[in-house]
């Protein structure tokens, strides 16, 4: 018998910061609102673009050369990082978590994930929905009236991340075994983290083409056929909502 989804309470966060780095510099310099900026390690042609503005990312500018970029976007500005300045507004951005919880676990400068089991916040009542529009408001107060965030909220730490990236930017989105199945049938497997090119053209060999396919697979062909060990059980797990990477974000 097929494992059934889980029916589990939403209660994993995933939060990040919306194109952190190009962010906090349009924050700091309200010049730069409303513009393409890239950040670079350096701003020769040849420097790579590490994060980049909405407003490049709209143009297609992303992860590139800086002379990629302003083949794209001539006047388009170039910043060199501010490491420090990354560093306080990730401080910052902890400090109003763990107003909620002490259970933040930090992936990364501009990324969290958020425990809310026993969260005092939970048991005053309050929805995780409130909770997250509360955080996007804090963060504003406690950074700037620029930042923005894109929270996602579910009973897993994957499916929280699936669902953080659903509607960048500023985005609010809650994935549960209830709507799994829609959101599943809007995204393409590399949309599903952990799953690269690579990976999808392993799936693809095994005629799985997309998310649903991929749910759908029988346990024994992910673990035998597909993965050929217990990787393949463990994807079987989180794409039902179980919870199999909480060691992984230790």
Same mark, same amino acid.
């Given at each position: 018998?097929?494992?059934?989804?889980?029916?589990?309470?939403?209660?994993?966060?995933?939060?990040?910061?919306?194109?952190?780095?190009?962010?906090?510099?349009?924050?700091?310099?309200?010049?730069?609102?409303?513009?393409?900026?890239?950040?670079?390690?350096?701003?020769?042609?040849?420097?790579?673009?590490?994060?980049?503005?909405?407003?490049?990312?709209?143009?297609?500018?992303?992860?590139?050369?800086?002379?990629?970029?302003?083949?794209?976007?001539?006047?388009?500005?170039?910043?060199?990082?501010?490491?420090?300045?990354?560093?306080?507004?990730?401080?910052?951005?902890?400090?109003?978590?763990?107003?909620?919880?002490?259970?933040?676990?930090?992936?990364?400068?501009?990324?969290?994930?958020?425990?809310?089991? *026993?969260?005092?916040? !939970?048991?005053?009542?309050?929805? $995780? #929905?409130?909770? +997250? =529009?509360?955080?996007?408001?804090? &963060?504003?107060?406690?950074?700037?009236?620029?930042?923005?965030?894109?929270?996602?909220?579910?009973?897993?730490?994957?499916?929280?991340?699936?669902?953080?990236?659903?509607?960048?930017?500023? *985005?609010?989105?809650? !994935?549960?075994?209830?709507?799994? $199945? #829609?959101?599943? +049938? =809007?995204?393409?497997?590399?949309? &599903?983290?952990?799953?690269?090119?690579?990976?999808?053209?392993?799936?693809?060999?095994?005629?799985?083409?997309?998310?649903?396919?991929?749910?759908?697979?029988?346990?024994?062909?992910?673990?035998?056929?597909?993965?050929?060990?217990?990787?393949?059980?463990?994807?079987?797990?989180?794409?039902?909502?179980?919870?199999?990477?909480?060691?992984?974000?230790?």
């Amino acid at each position: 018998m097929d494992l059934p989804l889980n029916n589990d309470k939403p209660l994993i966060m995933h939060i990040d910061l919306n194109s952190c780095y190009a962010m906090i510099e349009q924050q700091a310099n309200p010049l730069l609102r409303g513009k393409a900026v890239g950040v670079a390690a350096y701003d020769s042609p040849g420097g790579f673009i590490v994060a980049s503005s909405y407003e490049a990312k709209r143009l297609g500018i992303k992860l590139m050369r800086v002379k990629e970029a302003k083949a794209i976007k001539p006047d388009i500005i170039i910043l060199t990082p501010d490491p420090e300045k990354y560093f306080d507004a990730h401080k910052r951005f902890r400090n109003v978590l763990e107003k909620y919880t002490s259970e933040v676990i930090p992936k990364s400068i501009d990324e969290f994930v958020i425990d809310f089991k *026993g969260s005092r916040a !939970i048991q005053q009542g309050k929805s $995780l #929905n409130e909770i +997250g =529009q509360e955080i996007k408001q804090h &963060l504003k107060d406690e950074l700037g009236e620029y930042i923005t965030v894109n929270i996602g909220i579910a009973p897993s730490r994957f499916l929280a991340k699936i669902a953080a990236g659903l509607d960048k930017p500023n *985005g609010l989105d809650i !994935i549960t075994w209830q709507n799994l $199945l #829609n959101i599943y +049938g =809007q995204l393409d497997l590399i949309d &599903l983290p952990g799953i690269n090119t690579r990976y999808k053209a392993r799936l693809n060999l095994a005629g799985i083409y997309t998310p649903l396919d991929f749910l759908q697979a029988p346990m024994p062909k992910l673990k035998n056929q597909v993965f050929k060990s217990i990787v393949g059980y463990y994807w079987y797990l989180r794409l039902r909502g179980y919870e199999v990477d909480s060691a992984r974000f230790a």
